[in-house]
DNA sequence: CGGCATCCGCATGGATACTG
DNA sequence: CAGTATCCATGCGGATGCCG
């Protein structure tokens, strides 16, 4: 079991217990829609703002600046400011970003793989 | 590039545009911290809902229930009611269900593999 | 163009209580 | 024990406006 402390939380001391509440806290900022949306988008490539904007069907502005924000602050994407005008502003994933997204490929993948089963099960659920 | 449709949402005739709105609902279900942190509980054991709600730290009762449901209709986890008293309701996994854990346990992996870079990370970014 | 601040409606999610 | 319903706070997230 990998994950054993991310998922019990009842680490024995205080530097695991430390490690822990960090692991939680970066689980439930990645864990979004928004942020692994985003990741999937950037894959390999650089983008700016609009770009990004566009290729994230439905994001609004204000939702990715924060998530641009909160993953710049951990270090999964590079934001590279050009001190043009008008101004250009790009970003890249960074390794473990890139890392990362190994991960949410396979839940893309999976989400298309499994879209039969998913409305069948939908409809033997009644709805 | 597996997920076009998914994150591009252009699919130019009716089928490919409902398959694809269906696809983004689906990923707006799962891709959230509880979903993701029930699925990996679980794994591949069957528990009942009080146990469920021991070993996912922090959920609450409504939000183990309600993302219990959504599961279940998406067919990710099949609900066994024992009609006994007091009553018995096991979760287990199904086999998308597994499938889709396995995209889960990289993502804790991972989690638990970058810790350091994150806190680095965190340092740089002035907090 | 990209970022930040403000305002604010509404859904989210916690607490509580009641049923089978 | 598990599920449902209700109440209610707060915080998410959209819209708008201004600034570098």
């Not at 509440?21 to 439930?28: D, G, H, Q, V």
Request: overall charge neutral.
């Amino acid at each position: 079991m990998v994950t054993k402390q991310l998922l019990k939380g009842l680490p024995e001391d205080a530097d695991l217990r430390r490690a822990d509440s960090l692991a939680r806290e970066i689980f439930s900022d990645i864990a979004n829609k928004w942020a692994l949306l985003i990741i999937e988008a950037l894959g390999e490539r650089t983008l700016r703002f609009s770009e990004l904007r566009n290729e994230v069907e439905g994001v609004s502005h204000k939702m990715l600046t924060q998530n641009l924000r909160m993953l710049e602050r951990n270090g999964l994407v590079d934001r590279k400011v050009h001190p043009t005008v008008p101004p250009r502003v790009e970003y890249t994933l960074t390794e473990p970003g890139r890392a990362l997204r190994t991960a949410v490929d396979v839940m893309c993948e999976w989400t298309h793989q499994h879209l039969g089963h998913i409305e069948g099960a939908r409809g033997r659920f009644e709805g």
